[in-house]
């Protein structure tokens, strides 16, 4: 699971659950791959972003590296920043641990880079 | 019905045919098949031989590929020129005990071939993009989507044996730009609505048609869809159902077109039929949102 992915994940389909975000990252196992660098999507896919969530989520697991605490002004044309976000946001890739429910803890395992967010009947 | 392991041989024939696509893959796009599909006048692709091809002739490699694909498959695969189809969709293997409540089937390769190259040469709509695969099963349009250079695939799925397969069709293809999530896509799609609602550009879709016990499926998982994307959808429907369909797309407020006619080769184990399979008329849909 890459933190692109964790960025929009929520766990407020459960009962009870009000917003369900961001889930908190145990990770066991993180890969880093390459992933064919694009600019364009990056710079795309930043305001979509929770900013502080995606820092938090890297820092959590240890793989901040050098993400600025801010995003960058006109970051749009800043390759070196864009690359950084890139390698954050699609490299790194949580292969197994969970993920945490901030309101509930209920937990979801992720096993071979696949989180299972399947809920119980008695949850939703 | 069960496919067998991947083994040495199959992954050495992958890589080469990946290798070959790498190249390629430019050219292809330019020349695609999506050429031939025109709003006016529907093509129908599948089972008619007359179609024209994007006009690239098979070496023996990718050959061989499709002939392995067609001893290995479960028997739909269609012996039809498509340089995308038989390079790449036949090299992914398909459900093991596929679960016939859950409509698991693998879309063809040939009619998956011309889905996506249709999708990028006339819509760009995957390169660079963040696309969404719903119902994803063993990967067979995640993995088309991530070789033409989306920006990342995201892949939902109930089904951990599916997932699974799906997982290994991602590392035999060596592609790096897919992710997936395993949910119900009908029930606790865990993707931030309020906040992130329609964060995807691109939503990709062959839905479970529906039966007696589950009529109209389909049509939930377009409401999904919809909901997903912030461009467009890309689905297929029963052409039984084209009416409905439409009427439906615009009661949320979306666009439909119908952009090829299909002819789908069912496996026959969802018709209960004496015969292997059961050619369906299906849509091939896009979606506006
Ligand atoms: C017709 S198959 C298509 C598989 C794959 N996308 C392809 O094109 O080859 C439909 C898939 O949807 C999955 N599915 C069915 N109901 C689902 C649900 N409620 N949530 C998520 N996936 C579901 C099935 O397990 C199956 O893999």
């Known amino acids: 699971m890459k933190l692109l992915t964790h960025n929009m994940l929520t766990s407020k389909c459960m009962k009870g659950v009000s917003v369900g975000y961001p889930l908190g990252i145990n990770a066991s196992d993180v890969r880093v791959s390459e992933v ?19 820092y938090n989520a890297a820092e959590s697991i240890g793989q901040l590296e050098d993400l600025p605490k801010d995003l960058a002004n006109n970051y749009e044309n800043d390759q070196e920043f864009l690359k950084k976000v890139h390698h954050v946001l699609l490299e790194v890739d949580i292969i197994n641990g969970e993920l945490v429910c901030p309101e509930t803890g209920r937990k979801f ?13 008695d949850e939703v | 019905m069960a496919f067998p392991q991947p083994n040495a041989q199959r992954e050495l024939a992958n890589r080469k045919i990946l290798e070959e696509l790498q190249l390629k893959k430019q050219l292809l796009l330019k020349q695609g098949v999506a050429s031939t599909l025109n709003a006016s006048a529907l093509p129908v692709l599948g089972s008619t031989p007359t179609q024209s091809t994007d006009g690239h002739s098979m070496n ?23 340089s ?40 760009g709509d995957l390169s660079g993009k963040l696309v969404a695969d719903i119902g994803s099963g063993c990967g067979a349009l995640s993995v088309g989507a ?49 906040k992130f609602g329609k964060v995807f550009d691109t939503v990709l879709m062959n839905p479970p048609f529906g039966t007696k016990h589950n009529a109209g499926i389909d049509m939930k998982f377009l409401d999904v869809a919809l909901q997903l994307s912030n461009n467009a959808v890309y689905s297929l429907h029963k052409t039984s159902t084209r009416q409905h369909v439409i009427k439906h797309a615009e009661s949320l407020g979306a ?22 399979t059961v050619d369906i008329e299906v849509d091939f849909y896009r979606f506006l949102v």
Not at chain 2, 60 to 82: C, E, K, P
Not at chain 2, 99 to 112: A, D, I, R, S
Not at chain 2, 265 to 276: E, G, I
Request: aromatic share 10%; with cysteine; glycine share 4%.
């Open chain 2, 84 to 123: 995308f189809g038989n390079l790449i969709l036949p090299s992914i293997s398909g459900f093991e005990k596929p679960k016939v409540l859950l409509e698991q089937y693998v879309t063809p390769p040939h009619l998956g071939s011309h889905m996506l190259y249709t999708i990028q040469s006339q819509y």
């Open chain 2, 146 to 194: 991530a070789v033409l250079d989306a920006g990342l695939v995201v892949g939902f799925e109930i089904d951990s044996d599916a997932l699974d397969i799906f997982s290994d069709n991602i590392s035999d293809h060596e592609l790096t730009n897919v992710d997936a999530i395993q949910c119900n896509v009908l029930k606790d799609i865990p993707i931030q609505y309020v």
């Open chain 2, 255 to 276: 666009k439909a077109e119908v952009l090829a006619e299909l002819r789908y080769d069912l496996p026959s184990t969802y018709k209960f039929h004496k015969k292997s």
């Open chain 1, 36 to 54: 064919d660098f694009n600019p364009d999507f990056i710079a795309r896919m930043i305001p979509k972003l929770d900013w502080a969530v995606l």
């Open chain 2, 60 to 82: 023996s490699l990718q050959r061989a590929a499709l002939q392995t694909a067609n001893t290995q498959s479960t028997g739909f695969f269609i012996s039809q020129d498509s």
């Open chain 1, 109 to 121: 395992p992720i096993n071979n880079g696949i989180p299972n967010m399947l809920l119980n009947e």
